[in-house]
């Protein structure tokens, strides 16, 4: 081997689907040239390496923290509550497309009823929650059943004042809605739709003007928008009615996937990370989830690998990211010696305390601190959903060339759907969708069939 060659390392063995047939086959998960691979190799439609991180070193100290400290078996709170199969969009990426006619069934107002007595954290979610004709009924049902109400969106319908007038009266308490950037050539390419930009500001005015909580859903794909995710974090920072972002990178489902645009966690993290300046750092991204990964054990409450979440605050017309508060550094040591010394030696309750220790010895900025903390405890007190915190989160989705087995496990969401027999079913949303597609594939090779035959 010659020099600055490095031999593939394979990391772990694991189970995956082939991205054409979805059959389920082995898979290996490689370090190579500082990145992580996913290789694996259909006996029918040959070998597939697609990257799944661009920095082995992060992805590998993640992925060991996480793995030893949340259990699949632990509670999954979030529920996609599945309530509409139609939309007013069309978007190329959507993962919906792919099973054509094979799409959930949507739950009924009774299914929801049930639902609404649960202690879950219930998203209306859907191809287009809001195109469902009772949309409004569902919202003021829940709503009187005591849940917070989240509603994931495209926002088109909201571009209609009225319609987002309803909203409010009927008691939404946070929109999540798809925006993904400032010129009108990503609405096309993403979203397949022209002039769509006007409706999204538009929406985003009359929820501005209703002072509604916003979260910023934007799908990131390489070479169309990520040059958007700084603009984003400073359109936030900018209007205290959005509360929230959410990046997600691009999945590559369906047969018109494009999986060398996808982009991981890792390489949004750096793509921020460069658009900052450093201001938002991703090796403080990462000891931020080492600190959420114990409290989630703690709790007993699952969560997601491919999920990362940092906050910042809102002050002065700018930002302050949470490290400007803590020591990152001199925390991810307490960090380190919680799990190695007192965690995996069964020192659980001893090594809170050491964690608490590590935390207010990691505090570098007390009057801040006593800032945020009296910012926050006003927006709890006045139930003010336009306080200073943002978080700011980080995803890529299981697509089929990414899919495995072993990281689903852990996922820590539902979707709540009606199968053709019109049982209701809790499943993690990407075996849903396989299992869809599936279906479809098997039903388009049976119309094959027939049609040689005749």
Not at 147 to 173: C, M
Not at 223 to 238: H, L, P, R, T, Y
């Amino acid at each position: 081997m010659s020099d600055g060659m490095k031999e593939n390392k394979n990391l772990r063995d694991t189970r995956s689907v082939c991205p054409c047939c979805l059959k389920e086959i082995e898979a290996q998960i490689i370090e190579k040239d500082g990145c992580v691979f996913m290789s694996k190799e259909c006996s029918e439609h040959g070998s597939f390496e697609i990257k799944i991180s661009n920095n082995a070193k992060r992805y590998l100290d993640r992925y060991n923290f996480f793995t030893e400290l949340i259990s699949p078996d632990y509670r999954r709170c979030k529920k996609l509550l599945y309530v509409s199969s139609e939309c007013n969009l069309d978007c190329p990426i959507c993962f919906y497309r792919l099973t054509e006619n094979n799409v959930p069934l949507a739950l009924d107002f009774s299914d929801i009823e049930k639902l609404a007595k649960t202690n879950f954290v219930l998203i209306l979610f859907g191809r287009e929650p809001c195109c469902r004709s009772d949309i409004i009924d569902v919202i003021k049902m829940m709503k009187k059943n005591k849940k917070h109400i989240f509603l994931q969106t495209n926002g088109v319908k909201i571009a209609d004042y009225d319609f987002s007038v309803k909203l409010k009266e009927a008691g939404v308490d946070k929109i999540i809605m798809q925006f993904d950037g400032f010129k009108e050539d990503i609405y096309k390419t993403i979203r397949g739709a022209n002039q769509l930009l006007e409706k999204k500001l538009k929406a985003l005015e009359n929820l501005k003007h209703l002072g509604m909580s916003v979260v910023i859903n934007d799908t990131v794909m390489e070479g169309v928008n990520e040059s958007s995710m700084k603009e984003i974090i400073d359109f936030a920072v900018q209007n205290s009615f959005i509360t929230g972002i959410l990046y997600l990178g691009y999945g590559a489902w369906g047969e018109d996937a494009q999986p060398q645009r996808t982009v991981n966690v890792e390489q949004l993290l750096e793509i921020l990370e460069k658009q900052t300046g450093g201001k938002i750092s991703s090796e403080n991204v990462l000891i931020f989830q080492k600190l959420l990964y114990i409290y989630l054990n703690t709790v007993r409450q699952g969560g997601c690998i491919l999920y990362q979440n940092y906050w910042i605050y809102r002050n002065n017309g700018d930002y302050i990211p949470i490290d400007r508060v803590l020591d990152m550094k001199r925390l991810d040591v307490y960090l380190t010696n919680y799990l190695e010394h007192y965690f995996k030696k069964g020192r659980k309750k001893l090594g809170l305390l050491y964690v608490i220790w590590g935390v207010l010895r990691s505090l570098k900025n007390y009057r801040l601190l006593a800032m945020m903390f009296r910012d926050g405890l006003k927006t709890i007190i006045k139930r003010n959903a336009s306080g200073g915190f943002i978080p700011v989160n980080f995803i890529t989705p299981c697509d089929h060339y990414r899919y495995e087995d072993q990281i689903l496990n852990y996922c820590e969401t539902d979707l709540i759907y009606k199968d053709s027999s019109g049982e209701v079913k809790y499943q993690p949303h990407t075996k849903v969708l396989v299992e869809l597609w599936k279906k479809n594939l098997a039903e388009q090779a049976l119309a094959r069939e027939v049609k040689r035959t005749i």
